[in-house]
């Protein structure tokens, strides 16, 4: 199949067919570079602490290093998310869970939050009742960086605190309590650095950089890919586009419809995926007319 | 026990204000070597500029 290829008169049953051959191509390839991702990004940013705190590294460099950390700390556990790394019940299972637990620890978002939220999320995505992440949804790109400030301010209905009223609306207290747990270790480490002298790396190892991280990450990960976010269904509530920053500087969200279609599909290989698709999705009447 | 910890986050702007702000508003004076004004000691003026920047989001729900 060729990417100008016009398949707009095909049946529905082929479109899915060719469809699913395409995906079944991706499907089930072990994502080593996530793997090695998590790893290697909880292990800087531990190591980043020691070197800043024996004044081998400067606290600024430390500053950079530990934005980037945080920045690159969702993915790896997005791939754990979706059972890409290891499906319930095989052998790798348990590296698959490793990874998803371990990977938003600079991010303080636990995995099993992280998790539920999302699937509702991929459920019912641009819905405003039942979207979970509807709250990033803006009118450009200076008002949706807005808009993730916002969304966590004390009392915002967004964002995370949204993640909250989810939890407490489907009644899975016991998810929530996860969330307590690394609010309470996250300000309870903050406050006693902050009271032992070392406010500032505090402030710079951790606390600036989650803000700075988690802004970044809901625009890339949640406004760009569903902007303008108007329409639900299969083929409608993501897109692709362009980034000014390209794909590895959109954390690899250029061809995020490719992941709401088939969400198993492992992040490095959506790119080919999306190219030998692409005539299907644009048969499909998907936005994918950026890239 | 719920109680308790719906309260501890309900007042989270105040503690956050005095836990945290305080003491970075009191580091950062003296790293840059500024005097506070009434012959306040950095930690007393850190514990001002945190304390009123906490209440004011405690009573707004934003901080900007």
């Known amino acids: ?291 | 026990m719920q109680q308790v910890i719906k309260s501890i986050f309900y007042f989270g702007p105040m503690l956050f204000g005095i836990g945290f702000l305080a003491p970075l508003s009191a580091q950062l004076i003296e790293a840059q070597s500024w005097t506070p004004p009434y012959g306040l000691s950095p930690i007393m003026a850190g514990l001002v500029i945190g304390g009123c920047l906490g209440l004011l989001a405690q009573i707004r729900g934003r901080w900007i």
């Open chain 1, 1 to 291: 199949m060729s990417p100008s290829q016009d398949l707009s008169k095909l049946s529905n049953a082929e479109l899915m067919r060719m469809e699913r051959e395409v995906a079944a191509r991706h499907i089930d390839k072990f994502p080593y570079f996530a793997v090695v991702w998590a790893f290697a990004n909880l292990a800087i940013w531990i190591a980043v602490w020691p070197l800043v705190f024996l004044n081998i590294i400067p606290l600024w460099l430390g500053f950079v290093i530990s934005t980037i950390n945080v920045t690159l700390s969702y993915l790896p556990s997005h791939e754990a998310q979706h059972d890409i790394i290891a499906k319930p019940g095989t052998k790798l299972r348990w590296l698959n869970q490793l990874v998803g637990h371990l990977s938003t620890i600079p991010l303080v978002l636990p995995y099993r939050i992280a998790k539920f939220t999302h699937m509702d999320h991929h459920k019912f995505a641009n819905d405003p009742d039942l979207d979970p992440d509807y709250s990033t949804h803006a009118s450009g790109p200076v008002q949706a960086l807005w808009k993730a400030i916002e969304n966590r301010q004390p009392r915002a209905k967004g964002g995370f605190n949204a993640y909250g009223e989810l939890l407490l609306r489907k009644e899975r207290p016991d998810i929530l309590l996860d969330g307590i747990v690394y609010e309470v270790i996250f300000y309870g480490t903050l406050f006693s650095l902050a009271w032992s002298g070392f406010a500032l790396e505090a402030a710079l190892l951790w606390w600036l950089p989650r803000h700075l991280g988690v802004t970044y990450i809901q625009y890339y990960l949640s406004w760009a890919p569903h902007n303008p976010g108007l329409a639900k269904g299969r083929y409608r509530d993501t897109r692709s586009f362009r980034s000014i920053l390209g794909n590895v500087g959109s954390l690899g969200m250029q061809y995020h419809v490719i992941h709401h279609l088939h969400p198993r599909i492992p992040l490095y290989r959506t790119p080919k995926a999306y190219w030998e698709m692409k005539p299907i999705l644009e048969a499909r009447g998907c936005d994918v007319d950026e890239l």
